[in-house]
Antibody
């Protein structure tokens, strides 16, 4: 059974970098059948897909246009985890952040979610 | 981007009655390689991540009660709960994965009347 365990700070100051980690158990981050996604949820924006990373002989990243210039995904095969970095955050980036595993586009497994508040 | 629009925004149904939630995509999400619609339904309860209920518009995820069903074609899709149970109180979302960016509906809040 695949499980995703998220970690990271719950409070980030404006203009700083939001960094989150998603530890994977029961699957490999370099799986040839899964894709790994970051999604956030806020009352104002609902469920917002931030992008995906996946391995098919090499690593691919797709980012949502709304955050493309500020976001980076990394994958650590030795630790079997994903990470997200979102730069230059503003209060509009306040949300619950999720990592999720997808097979054929369906998010069948989610992390527990982390509420990140951007505030000074 | 493909816009997903759900209706209604909220719904109150009596226990044991049928609940119907609609989802409309702004363009076709028919996946040509298997002739299925790239449409998924999720259930979200407070403090929890969304839970996968239905994929390919009508395929029930393993372990999901058979009172949940999905249907639809073209750009119009429906999630039906045939006999509402108390544990079905939640917010329901549709999602398309036909093409990035993956997009979600705004959610439908389902309550007991």
């Amino acid at each position: 059974q695949v499980q995703l365990q998220q970690s990271g700070p719950g409070l980030v100051k404006p203009s700083q970098t939001l960094s989150l980690t998603c530890a994977i158990s029961g699957d490999s981050v370099s799986s040839n059948s899964a894709t790994w996604h970051w999604i956030r949820q806020s009352p104002s924006r609902g469920l917002e897909w931030l992008g995906r990373t996946y391995y098919r002989s090499k690593w691919y990243n797709d980012y949502a246009m709304s955050v493309k210039t500020r976001i980076t995904f990394n994958s650590d095969t030795s630790k079997n985890h994903l990470s997200l970095q979102l730069n230059s955050v503003t209060p509009e980036d306040t949300a619950v952040y999720y990592c999720a595993r997808a097979v054929a586009g369906n998010f069948g497994c989610w992390g527990q979610g982390i509420l990140v508040v951007v505030s000074s | 981007d493909i816009v997903m629009t759900q209706s209604p925004d909220s719904l109150a149904v009596s226990l044991g009655e049928r609940a119907t939630i609609n989802c409309k995509s702004s363009q076709s999400i028919l996946y040509s390689s298997n002739n299925k619609y790239s449409l998924t339904w999720y259930q979200q309860k407070p403090g929890q991540p969304p839970k996968l209920l239905i994929y390919w518009a009508s395929t029930r995820e393993s372990g999901v009660p058979d009172r949940f069903s999905g249907s639809g074609s073209g750009t119009d899709f429906t999630l039906t709960i045939s006999s509402l149970q108390a544990e079905d109180v939640a917010v329901y979302y549709c999602q398309q994965y036909y093409s990035p960016p993956i997009t979600f509906g705004q959610g439908t809040r389902l309550e007991i009347k």
